[in-house]
């Protein structure tokens, strides 16, 4: 069994893709499928965290032994990452849509038979990894961020890290050809203001419990990195 170094600590864990409605039977959704987020809810559980995973509508199912928060919206999202706030760390793996529809219908939308198409507008929907890196008092100690990019990774990554704010960025290459997206192996780099490592294609339980042993060796030695 691991020892336990992560016990007393509360983790936060973001997962799973978000759907953003479009009327009641519609919305726009992605391709995540929660299952590296709910692998590194795991691993933090089984390091001795108490972990608050919430999750919008994945494939996987949530790891037993965890809190776990259903939503389905990135406004929920935000709402329930508030709600279980303070953490001493947060882990923000959800694939959360940039955009919900800001003309969303009551009612399902209907053909009438005159060809008419249905016209969305979108708007922008709140940066959760953004807006808990720059709490004030209230910000957990360790904040990791995701990148999943198709072109310039590193690069892309390292600037997403400067400009949310967070400590770490996960970095994956989600292109079609590398089978990321819904499969059972990642590549990641992870990414700090020291630098960036490189990790072996590893299978997504394996980058999780790496993962969880350096946000346990970081809390535990008491800085950002
Ligand atoms: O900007 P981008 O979506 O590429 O950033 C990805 C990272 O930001 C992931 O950690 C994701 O969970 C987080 N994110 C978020 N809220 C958003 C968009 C992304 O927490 N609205």
Redesign the pocket.
């Known amino acids: 069994l691991p020892a336990r170094v992560l016990s007393g600590r509360h983790v936060i864990v973001?997962s799973g893709p978000t759907h953003e409605p479009i009327d009641p039977v519609r919305y726009i959704a992605n391709r995540s499928s929660g299952a590296q987020g709910a692998a590194i809810a795991a691993a933090l559980r089984d390091l001795g965290a108490r972990v608050s995973f919430i999750t919008g509508p994945a494939e996987v199912p949530p790891p037993e032994g965890v809190a776990v928060v259903a939503v389905e919206t990135?406004r929920e999202m935000r709402a329930a990452v508030e709600a279980a706030l303070p953490a001493d760390a947060a882990v923000?793996?959800?694939?959360?849509?940039?955009w919900h529809v800001a003309n969303a219908r009551p009612g399902k939308i209907k053909k009438d038979g005159s060809g008419a198409l249905p016209e969305l507008q979108f708007a922008e929907?709140?940066?959760?990894?953004?807006w808990i890196s720059q709490l004030g008092r209230e910000r957990p100690s360790l904040v990791v961020?995701?990148?999943?990019e198709t072109d310039d990774v590193l690069d892309n990554a390292a600037r997403?890290r400067k400009r949310?704010g967070c400590d770490w960025i996960v970095a994956n290459d989600v292109s079609p050809a590398t089978g990321i997206m819904g499969g059972t192996e990642n590549a990641v780099t992870l990414i700090s203001e020291a630098g960036a490592e490189s990790w072996p294609r590893l299978s997504k339980d394996e980058v999780a419990h790496r993962l969880a042993a350096r946000i346990a060796d970081a809390l535990n030695a008491g800085d950002g990195m």
């Open positions: 973001t990135a923000m793996a959800a694939a959360v849509a940039d929907n709140p940066d959760i990894l953004a961020g995701f990148a999943a997403k949310k």
